[in-house]
């Protein structure tokens, strides 16, 4: 998209088993699309591509989502100031801001917990993760259908330090819970259930990791036994755009969905999530998935053990000086924006 706006080629790389859908939008905005082996959690496999595209390819530039901290601070300012400004107007005089859940892709949109942690102390952050794909909670490694998240590693740009749950998500709740809401059988069924047509009418902006984030949010409710007081945040990371192509192979997997169908996955896999799978992390929980970074980012991505070393015992000089750069970013977008003529 930004190669487009700046008139580059570019080439985007990802496994040849995400859904139909993000590889035809993807045609539309990139140059040259790469299919790598392997489904949503295979990244070290465009890793590779990568140093191979390196290696062959002249002008390279790469921007690796899971190691660039522009990705951590556009969450950090962009997100966490949205998240700041919703929960004003949520809160009112009551409401109490309990904490931020997201599932972790490249770890970006967590630095929003980042910034709400620094405006509201002891607020907390859950990350999420599929259950069939372990890597925070036992170190792990599995095949998963949430996609956009759990890629078998730690991001670069993952603050653990400051993370304080994890929490993991079994793909078969999401996938029910965006079928309940996308089938016209289980449409019909919230319908009678008293949903009012104007929440209907928002079902589709949830696509999979939206829905493993709302499990999150009940999962880390039901854990801390919160009360309508307390307001967890999360984010809806993308829509059903991508995804109807998901909800026709389970159709086809498991026949037509019917009204008794919805019942049964409102129930079990939605009100029915419990506190199975967490785990809130103590200080050298928290360092253990820290220390996993290195087998990613030192010993494979050219990294420095020292860089890790000061994400850990440098902490406030280390994400401080990250969370500064924004005002000499936006100065040099401005700058470069009156060099189009885009600004006057
Ligand atoms: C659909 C979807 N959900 C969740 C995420 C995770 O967000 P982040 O990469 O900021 O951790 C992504 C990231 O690309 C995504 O595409």
Not at 45 to 67: A, C, G, P
Not at 121 to 150: D, M, Y
Not at 219 to 248: C, F, P, W
Request: charged content about 25%; glycine content about 10%; proline content about 2%.
């Amino acid at each position: 998209y930004n190669a487009q706006l700046l008139g580059c080629d570019s080439i985007a790389i990802l496994p040849e088993g995400m859904s139909s859908e993000r590889f035809e939008w993807l045609k539309t905005v990139a140059g040259e699309v790469i299919g790598t082996p392997g489904t949503e959690s295979n990244v070290k496999e465009i890793y590779d591509k990568v140093w191979e595209l390196r290696k062959t390819r002249d002008n390279i530039m790469v921007f690796n989502q899971f190691e660039e901290f522009g990705n951590h601070l556009w969450h950090y300012e962009v997100t966490g100031h949205a998240m700041e400004e919703v929960l004003q107007q949520v809160c009112g005089e009551d409401g109490r801001y309990f904490g931020v859940v997201l599932t972790s892709g490249s770890g970006g949109t967590l630095a929003s917990g980042d910034y709400l942690k620094g405006k509201y102390p002891g607020s907390k952050i859950g990350v999420g993760e599929a259950l069939q794909c372990p890597t925070l909670l036992w170190n792990g490694f599995g095949a998963h259908r949430l996609e956009g998240i759990g890629d078998k590693h730690v991001p670069w740009i993952h603050n653990v330090k400051n993370t304080d749950m994890i929490i993991d998500i079994d793909d078969a709740d999401s996938m029910a819970m965006i079928r309940l809401f996308n089938e016209p059988a289980g449409q019909e069924f919230l319908r009678k259930s008293g949903i009012s047509e104007t929440f209907m009418e928002s079902l589709p902006l949830i696509g999979i990791s939206g829905a493993a984030n709302i499990l999150m949010a009940i999962k880390m409710a039901k854990y801390y036994e919160l009360s309508e007081q307390d307001v967890i945040m999360t984010v809806l990371t993308d829509s059903m755009e991508m995804y109807g192509s998901r909800v026709k192979e389970m159709e086809e997997e498991m026949g037509p969905y019917t009204e008794m169908d919805a019942a049964i996955d409102l129930h079990q896999h939605v009100f029915g999530v419990g506190v199975d799978y967490m785990q809130e992390l103590s200080y050298y929980d928290r360092k253990r998935i820290h220390n996993l970074k290195y087998y990613t980012w030192v010993e494979q991505q050219g990294k420095t053990s020292e860089e890790l070393n000061d994400q850990w015992y440098d902490y406030d000089a280390y994400w401080g000086s990250i969370h500064k750069m924004a005002d000499a970013i936006d100065e040099r977008i401005d700058e470069f924006n009156r060099l189009t003529g885009l600004l006057v």
